[in-house]
């Protein structure tokens, strides 16, 4: 079963359970994949499925960033929770220190002169399996270190 599938069937489930917060979660999920479908003009792959979610899921994290600097406890709660939701879908991220390896394999084979170069080789390697802002807080740690 395919992930769109999946999130279909929750769908489903969450309406006959009456879970109001999953429910309108899921339907926005939807809505989402739906928008990308038609941009694509076709059925979307499994990782352009992924990629929507992590889009999803980027965009609550930065509201709850907002949400706690406007002292907007309440919303923080709210996106808190879709985020959990949304990110049931996702995969297990890698951990920093899985990070922190290719990184440094990545700076020893290109040198730490071009952060650009190295952000995008070290992306392509981790894809969607590593959190872009993670991978650059990282990148720029070791760049220090190497620069000392």
Do not use: W
């Not at 769908?11 to 006959?16: D, E, R």
């Not at 990782?47 to 980027?58: R, S, Y």
């Not at 709850?64 to 600097?69: W, Y």
């Not at 650009?116 to 990148?139: F, H, P, S, W, Y």
């Amino acid at each position: 079963m395919g992930l769109q599938d999946q999130i279909d069937n929750d769908l489903k489930q969450a309406l006959k359970g009456k879970r109001q917060n999953e429910l309108s979660v899921l339907r926005m999920l939807k809505t989402a994949l739906k928008n990308a479908e038609i941009a694509a003009k076709g059925n979307l792959s499994n990782d352009a499925v992924m990629k929507v979610l992590n889009t999803q899921a980027k965009q609550r994290k930065d509201a709850i960033s907002q949400f706690e600097k406007g002292g907007r406890s309440d919303l923080v709660k709210k996106e808190k929770q879709e985020l959990v939701i949304i990110e049931s879908y996702l995969p297990e991220k890698m951990g920093e220190d899985e990070i922190r390896k290719i990184v440094q394999a990545k700076i020893s084979e290109v040198g730490a002169s071009n952060f650009g170069q190295v952000m995008g080789l070290i992306m392509k390697e981790v894809g969607q399996n590593a959190d872009g802002q993670t991978v650059r807080q990282i990148l720029q740690e070791e760049i220090d270190k190497a620069n000392g």
